[in-house]
């Protein structure tokens, strides 16, 4: 039997939204794979409507704590050789089949979109092919597919070897970045090196392309600007078109300067956003689950794509908070459940408290954001926590102590190995 989303039969209308999954089978639930704050948001949002949740992962265990995920499975990896083998043997002994399958970290989406026609015969799948995915998750291909598009990007420069680095011409800053992020090294834990000057630029890019390779070292513009800035749509596609969606700024980010990850982010109205991301998905005649990241570059009056994630990300958990619970409509296409309309999301906020706290600081320090707007902020709105929940309090509680543990033991011996 194929699950394949994309050969069921139409059910839903774009605009549709959440109902509790009280049609859907006992026997079938969710299987998140990889994944931190992303895959918590999708196992605490399904969880407590009902679905069977079940983590695999080689690298966090953070969503493993909570009480919503019924069962936990380590494995080798979406790289292993054996990887797509091992998952169908673990659909027939562990009676999986039939179940969602949700990328949540990014070598969880390409591994699932090369192997869709094999996983599509066992599990429910929402993805579209990688030969699609890949011209929106490869940094080198997003530009040819947001030009496609009529979709704004940053100046982006071609580079493929040290001797370019050093003489092409170039308007600083800039950023490096590696074109997908599927393997573990300094580099693409970082997400994205800032380059000041030529001679910080070809020691970085260097590094990068050791890392790497020279050819996966993706370098663009450095739109100037902080959270304020920053914007994302998010969403779940059905059929080339929107099933239900939401715009949200990613306010407060840490570090401030040059974002490695969203500390404080809240539910807005951008409609230039959204008319963005739509023409950007509809080329791609997207399937799934999806954020797509914008900044806004001032100079220009321009909302410039930086990003495409189709898998769970940091803050999705807000979805849930504001009211458009986009793991759970996710689940419901993928199974035939009924939906009605979706609502306007409501005012809420998500906050990684611990880093927001650090990113408030050095706000502070630097005269952009005062002691009484920073509470204000915590305070006007609903606030969703990364980690912490009232009825799911593991992993909040045990969220340091496997952070101090993963950055001495993953983080500071690969930061290391760049060193060397």
């Known amino acids: 039997m194929d699950f394949d989303v994309s050969t069921q039969p139409e059910n839903t209308q774009s605009g549709a939204a959440a109902m509790p999954v009280a049609s859907t089978p006992n ?6 794979l990889g994944g931190a704050h992303g895959a918590l948001g999708i196992a605490r949002a399904l969880g407590r409507n009902g679905v069977n949740v079940v983590f695999i992962t080689d690298d966090h265990p953070l969503p493993k704590l909570s009480r919503y995920v019924r069962r936990r499975f380590n494995w080798t990896g979406p790289g292993a050789p054996n990887a797509l083998n091992w998952l169908l043997d673990l659909a027939g002994t562990e009676s999986l089949k039939g179940w969602l399958l949700i990328p949540c970290a990014d070598g969880d989406v390409q591994f699932i979109a090369e192997h869709r026609t094999q996983l599509s015969q066992t599990f429910r799948v929402t993805s579209c092919a990688w030969d699609v995915l890949e011209t929106l998750c490869d940094k080198q291909l997003l530009p040819q597919s947001a030009a496609k598009a009529g979709v704004d990007c940053p100046k982006f420069y071609t580079i493929h070897s040290e001797d370019a680095a050093r003489n092409t011409d170039i308007l600083f800053p800039v950023v490096l970045k590696p074109a997908t992020r599927e393997t573990a090294n300094a580099f693409t834990l970082a997400k994205a090196w800032k380059a000041e000057t030529r001679e910080e630029f070809v020691e970085k890019y260097r590094d990068g392309a050791r890392l790497v390779g020279a050819r996966h070292v993706v370098v663009q513009e450095l739109v100037p600007g902080g959270g304020e800035a920053q914007f994302s749509y998010a969403g779940v596609w059905h059929r080339g078109a929107p099933i239900a969606d939401l715009m949200a700024r990613r306010t407060r980010q840490y570090p401030v300067e040059f974002s490695y990850t969203s500390t404080f982010v809240e539910i807005i109205d951008r409609p230039d956003i959204r008319e963005a991301a739509h023409r950007l998905l509809k080329g791609a005649q997207f399937e799934g689950l999806v954020e797509v990241e914008f ?31 986009l793991p759970l409509i996710l689940f419901q296409l993928a199974t035939g459940a009924h939906m009605q309309p979706q609502q306007t999301p409501r005012t809420a906020a998500w906050i990684h408290l611990m880093r927001d706290g650090v990113a408030a600081l050095q706000l502070m320090r630097r005269g952009e954001l005062s002691v009484s707007d920073y509470w204000r902020s915590l305070w006007r709105q609903k606030l969703t926590f990364a980690s912490f929940a009232i009825d799911d309090p593991l992993p909040g509680l045990c969220e340091i102590p496997l952070t101090l543990y993963r950055v001495l033991t993953r983080r500071l011996p690969l930061l290391f190995r760049r060193a060397k």
Do not use: C, H, M
């Open 295 to 325: 900044k806004y570059d001032a100079r220009e009056g321009r909302a410039k794509v930086l990003d495409v994630n189709p898998r769970a990300w940091s803050w999705l958990a807000l979805a849930e908070g504001a009211g458009i619970n």
């Open 27 to 32: 026997s079938v639930g969710a299987i998140l």
